[in-house]
């Protein structure tokens, strides 16, 4: 694994995810994906792949609600695996189980998609090393192209036994309702940079990343705030390297006008399509 998801980056750290039954989302997050419960109350439970560190929660808000249509907020949430060998082990997997997938080839990763049963977007994916992505005038080149399945497959023949330890948050995509109003949240806000465009979407990084963020509006332009009951993204952490620099950004969305509120040991934000966001270190 290269260093884009720790010290001096920007990074995804987890994802809170709202779902209708929690039982019935754990069993195909277990059993399907291949997370650990780290924690667990009647209504929440606390994912890991290393039996320390939560990756993914799963909530079931009281009176849960279907996920609306043309509403902004989740995309997809995406795994990143160590290595290709390890997405092969998780391919081989899925088409045992025979759950439904898409994939793609990115040019600077393999990327496996399925949806969660609530329709929570889920990608699971390995990069390419870094040495092999193409920048051109400080974007880079990404592009949707068929996977090499069979490739893939035969980069191992270990038995699977879940999601290996070394799995992190590659990154999040969210629907947004103003792209141009959510890219200035995210790189004056944040401290994101601009590292590539593709229709109605923005993709960001920090520390030269194919991106940690991305933002669309392919639920249409003016996609509203889903409801607070219902299934979806709840909230999910960004990690800053220290103090200072998360003092940084608060001080930077505050003139923003964007809303800041200190918590226990971190800072929740929103940005302007009501995606929540805390600010850890």
Do not use: C
Not at 204 to 218: K, R
Request: hydrophobic share 35%; no cysteine.
């Amino acid at each position: 694994m290269e260093h884009f998801h720790q010290k001096p980056t920007i990074y995804v750290g987890e994802v809170t995810i709202k779902v209708k039954n929690l039982d019935y989302a754990l069993t195909f997050y277990q059993n399907i994906i291949g997370l650990k419960v780290l924690e667990k109350t009647d209504h929440q439970a606390v994912l890991t792949t290393d039996g320390q560190t939560p990756l993914l929660t799963l909530e079931q808000p009281d009176n849960a609600a279907s996920k609306e249509a043309r509403t902004a907020g989740l995309y997809h949430f995406a795994i990143l695996l160590p290595s290709r060998a390890d997405l092969s082990v998780f391919l081989r997997h899925l088409l045992q189980t025979g759950y439904p997938l898409g994939a793609a080839d990115h040019l600077v990763s393999e990327a496996l998609y399925l949806n969660d049963p609530d329709g929570n977007g889920i990608e699971v994916y390995r990069d390419r090393p870094s040495s092999e992505w193409v920048w051109k005038n400080g974007l880079v080149e990404m592009a949707t192209e068929q996977l090499d399945a069979e490739g893939i497959l035969g980069a191992s023949h270990a038995e699977w036994s879940g999601l290996p330890e070394g799995t992190v948050m590659g990154h999040i995509h969210l629907h947004v309702g103003d792209l141009q109003k959510a890219e200035e949240f995210y790189t004056k806000g944040l401290g994101f940079n601009v590292v590539s465009y593709y229709p109605q979407a923005v993709f960001m990084s920090t520390g030269g990343y194919h991106h940690h963020i991305a933002i669309n509006t392919w639920q249409g332009a003016g996609a509203k705030t889903p409801a607070e009951n219902s299934v979806g993204l709840k909230w999910y952490t960004l990690v800053y390297p220290d103090e200072a620099e998360r003092e940084n950004v608060i001080k930077n969305l505050q003139e923003l006008g964007a809303p800041v509120q200190k918590e226990a040991d971190f800072y929740t934000t929103s940005d302007p399509s009501g995606n929540q966001i805390r600010l850890v270190i």
